[in-house]
């Protein structure tokens, strides 16, 4: 291995001095090759890391424009397509969206999916280990927040045993994602049930847009990695690429500045295909595979034998998965449009204390038709099947073992012209049917007002759904064991409840768009949330259990929906364009939560865990500049208030990058993360069911190379 990386280091090097020389000589000899010299570029341009260079400053010479060049009224016209499954101008959207471009995620300098969701207004990210998230929109956070839905290329990757999202399985080349799209709000009329607080679609690019190859590598103080990916063409009608990525990253420390053991491995590798089979037919295949390795850090665990508890541990977890997608899209001759999208999906965690092996199955139709001048309707249906096998420990299990369940749904959605192109009003509803609650409808309604290009206004109703996880129905947790009265060993267990209702909100929504000038725009959206039948946890009558030995006293709490209650707050947006070379990027999300339970309830912690596990405020602003010479300067800056459920301090956070575009198709970076502390901690719960860490300050350089 040590002569792997030497060798590999060896021909990096290699590489920086060839292209060091070669670049030397484009800036000596000039753009047409004659003969220059310094003078010489002042009057002739020279071709730098894909700019021209002149003694005016640093201009563009691609034919076709990237998003880091367009003016933010451009921006603003970006078409977006996860609000109602079809294509609409982000300015013309009636719902709180926040997009990260391309561009952002190449100059943010992060690593990861997660740490790109800091930039978003209304969205809490919080590390817990190496590699795992705490990630919400407008409240309840947690290791697996159960209230937003993440997909990858409209492939839905929400877990259905524990409600929530594994983000260490979620991962691609950054280089390949075209961008996020992030509603804050329901979005179940046409995303269906658990789309509650949020939706997050990571939208890659297609096979043509990444021809050729790429290859990144770096590494720095925490963190080893890189990638390879390279695409090509089938005939005149077909585009392909092929990847491959790895990624070595360190451990943190846990709360007494200990090592955690939470090291994490991992390796992935796919491909996508895009064919244009006629001028109204495509079809895209793609797929992916990764397997890996990380430490996992466990509390203390109960025991029924004396000492009565099992010391904290670092166990190494395996973990793997794959899956295929396809897709076909048809344009009809009138104008309308339909889309068929099926894809199979395979996990396993090898988890000591609950390894879990599940398999998914979705078909997805979708049609979108134009009715008159007035009218523009989306209608479709679709059903996934899902199996798993959790085979359980002592202190984590499931009953029954092997559990399989289906979603059948179907949603149509309207949008009308009331008054020719400044008001429409959208609604809809999704009809969905599951095994844990039945029949759930989901409606919305939205209304947007836009009286010039400069101004939109909207306001919004929807009801969101979500249906009883597998965790919450057939969970069982030995939490802790102490010997009782007579010697007889008491033991304090957590069961799910087949009774569970569905958790439902009505979400109301308000907002505004407005572009005083070119260089400048803001984006504000307020909300009032109304929760009902939300989780809780209830005391139950105590009972013998005589296996495992010895026979023990069984304390039950058990999963209730007794807890209720609101929140409101608000998130703001703003861009400015500076100069031509300096953009500013800034963020504020206030967040006020008000929990109650019922008078026959007789919960403890479920009303300080929900309010005290999201900060009140999140503020940021982040900082590009664009130097000549392909010189790049970015700066972060995140402040995050306190979590008073965890004890998380309130942290500010500062993230900076600076990169040299040094040829036409070479980049060198280095990027910095938590620059003000050594560590602190971002996130810890009691639900949880890892040990909290604290993310490091850390420094990586990368070699980024388009070929």
Not at 158 to 180: F, M
Not at 614 to 643: C, I, K, M, W
């Amino acid at each position: 291995m040590k002569r792997l990386l030497c060798g590999f280091a060896a021909c990096v090097l290699w590489i920086f001095d060839f292209v060091n020389a070669l670049s030397a000589q484009v800036l000596i000899t000039g753009e047409n090759g004659g003969k220059g010299s310094p003078a010489l570029m002042a009057s002739r341009p020279v071709k730098v890391g894909g700019h021209t260079v002149t003694a005016a400053g640093w201009t563009q010479t691609k034919p076709k424009a990237q998003l880091s060049e367009v003016t933010l009224e451009d921006l603003m016209n970006i078409e977006v397509t996860s609000v109602s499954k079809k294509e609409q101008k982000l300015s013309k959207v009636a719902a709180a969206i926040f997009v990260i471009t391309q561009e952002d995620i190449r100059r943010s300098g992060a690593r990861s999916i997660p740490d790109l969701l800091r930039m978003v207004p209304g969205v809490t990210v919080g590390q817990i280990n190496s590699s795992t998230w705490a990630i919400t929109a407008r409240g309840f956070n947690g290791q697996f927040a159960n209230k937003l839905l993440v997909l990858i290329d409209a492939r839905t990757v929400y877990d259905p045993s524990n409600s929530g999202v594994y983000w260490d399985a979620q991962d691609t080349i950054l280089e390949d994602i075209e961008r996020i799209e992030v509603i804050r709000g329901p979005g179940a009329t046409v995303w269906g049930t658990n789309a509650v607080n949020g939706v997050i679609n990571i939208i890659t690019k297609q096979a043509k847009d990444t021809q050729g190859g790429l290859l990144v590598g770096g590494g720095g103080s925490y963190e080893q990695g890189g990638s390879l990916r390279y695409g090509g063409k089938f005939g005149q009608r077909g585009h392909y690429r092929v990847f491959g990525k790895y990624l070595n990253r360190g451990s943190f420390d846990d709360f007494s500045d200990r090592d955690l053991g939470d090291d994490w491995h991992v390796k992935r590798s796919g491909f996508r295909t895009d064919w244009e089979l006629s001028d109204r037919n495509s079809l895209t295949v793609q797929g992916d595979i990764y397997g890996g390795e990380r430490g996992t850090p466990y509390g203390i665990g109960a025991a029924l034998t004396p000492p009565f508890f099992t010391a904290p541990r670092t166990d190494n977890q395996k973990n793997s998965g794959g899956n295929l997608l396809a897709r076909w899209s048809h344009t009809f001759r009138r104008g309308s449009e339909m889309r068929l999208q099926t894809y199979f999906d395979r996990i396993s965690r090898v988890e000591p204390t609950d390894p879990e092996l599940r398999s998914t199955f979705d078909v997805d139709f979708q049609h979108h038709v134009p009715l008159g001048s007035r009218h523009d309707v989306v209608w479709g249906f679709g059903y996934r099947y899902n199996a798993d096998h959790m085979a359980g420990s002592f202190r984590v299990s499931f009953n029954p073992e092997r559990f399989s369940s289906s979603v059948a749904s179907g949603f149509i959605q309207d949008e009308i012209n009331l008054v020719q192109n400044k008001v429409w009003l959208t609604a809809g509803t999704k009809i969905e049917h599951n095994v844990f609650s039945g029949v759930e409808v989901q409606p919305s309604v939205r209304l947007l007002w836009a009286p010039s290009n400069r101004h939109t206004l909207w306001g919004s109703y929807s009801n969101a759904i979500r249906i009883p996880a597998r965790s919450f129905n057939h969970l069982r947790v030995n939490v802790a064991a102490f010997p009782g009265q007579g010697g007889v060993v008491s033991l304090i267990s957590i069961f799910g409840n087949p009774q569970l209702d569905s958790e439902d909100l009505d979400a109301y929504e308000v907002g505004y768009r407005f572009q005083p000038q070119k260089r400048l725009s803001f984006d504000i959206a307020a909300f009032f949330n109304d929760y009902n039948h939300l989780r809780s946890a209830e005391s139950g009558v105590p009972f013998f259990e005589a296996s495992p030995p010895p026979p023990h006293l069984v304390i039950p709490q058990i999963f209730g929906s007794n807890l209720f209650g609101t929140t409101y707050g608000a998130e703001a947006s703003v861009e400015w364009a500076a100069t031509k070379f300096w953009k500013l990027h800034g963020g504020y999300a206030w967040f006020v939560p008000s929990m109650e339970l019922e008078p026959a309830s007789g919960d403890t912690s479920s009303i300080f865990e929900v309010e005290g596990g999201t900060p009140r405020n999140q503020f940021q602003v982040r900082s590009q500049f664009t130097l000549p010479h392909g010189l790049e300067f970015d700066t972060a800056v995140y402040r995050v208030g306190r979590l008073s459920a965890g004890g998380i301090p309130a942290y500010t956070r500062i993230d900076s990058r600076f990169a040299w575009r040094f040829a036409e198709r070479m980049e060198l970076s280095v990027a910095a993360q938590n620059l003000l502390d050594p560590r602190h901690p971002e996130f810890s719960a009691l639900a949880q069911s890892y040990v909290s860490g604290q993310p490091k300050r850390s420094v990586y350089g990368s070699f980024t190379w388009r070929f």
